[in-house]
């Protein structure tokens, strides 16, 4: 069964760096795309940053020039380097891993449980 694990989160003051891993585990094959999504309390749940396996980023509009998505497909880990943080960042961050490929799934979909941002002004 894949799962996803995800560590990084915490609190942090405004202006200030965390970064944030999400593994895949199971006896994967392959995955497509992996990212990170953030869901605020009375908020829809949005994109934060996007990584192909080939390495062709997306960032939300909110992040970019901040954030900074990497990936290693050999340990089918993604990482999420969030710097000059915003009062505003503060969510529960998912993890995403999409186009997965293993014994029993082709192209299936699978979230993390997320893990708690907050940034204090």
Known sequence: ?????????????????????????????????????????????????????????????SVKGRFTISRDNAKNTVYLQMNRLKPEDTAVYYCRASDVLDWIHIGATFWGQGTQVTVSS
Request: include cysteine; charged fraction near 15%.
């Open 1 to 61: 069964q894949v799962q996803l694990v995800e560590s990084g989160g915490g609190l942090v003051q405004a202006g200030g760096s965390l970064r944030l891993s999400c593994t895949a585990t199971g006896s994967i094959f392959s995955i497509g795309a992996m990212g990170w999504y953030r869901q605020a309390p009375g908020k829809q749940r949005e994109l934060v940053a996007d990584i192909t396996r080939g390495g062709t980023t997306t960032y939300g509009d």
